[in-house]
């Protein structure tokens, strides 16, 4: 796809990811406010996103001169029930993996 294309993935078919794909580039869909899928060629990454608050910015910070990696998590907040997403990430999570499944020949 060319540089200066503006449409976004969600306006895309699931042909165009393919050609995206195709190209070694990935597909990433925000899926509710919690989630990120990565979807390449090589393989479908999800990642939990998880805003840090200023504390923990400066425990993470503080750890890298302790040679450390650190980031300190608050207690688990009870879940209730499934997340709820747009319509619109859905589909283009469906169509970004349909597109990767088309490559792949399965």
């Known amino acids: 796809m060319p540089a200066t294309d503006d449409l976004s993935d969600a306006e895309r078919t699931t ?3 393919a050609d995206i ?3 070694g580039n990935v597909i990433e869909v925000l899926f509710a406010p919690l989630l990120i ?4 060629l090589s393989g479908v990454d999800l990642f939990v996103r998880h ?3 200023d504390d923990q910015i400066a425990d993470l910070a503080g750890s890298f001169s302790e ?8 207690p688990a907040v009870p879940t209730s029930g499934p997340a709820l997403v747009e319509a619109g990430e859905a ?5 970004a993996l349909q597109a990767r499944n088309m490559l792949l020949g399965r």
């Not at 899928?37 to 390449?40: K, L, Q, V, W």
């Not at 589909?91 to 169509?95: D, Q, S």
């Open 15 to 17: 042909e165009e990811l």
């Open 21 to 23: 794909m195709f190209s």
């Open 37 to 40: 899928f990565r979807i390449s």
């Open 51 to 53: 805003s840090l608050t």
């Open 67 to 74: 040679g450390e990696v650190r980031i300190t998590m608050p």
């Open 91 to 95: 589909a283009l999570l469906n169509r």
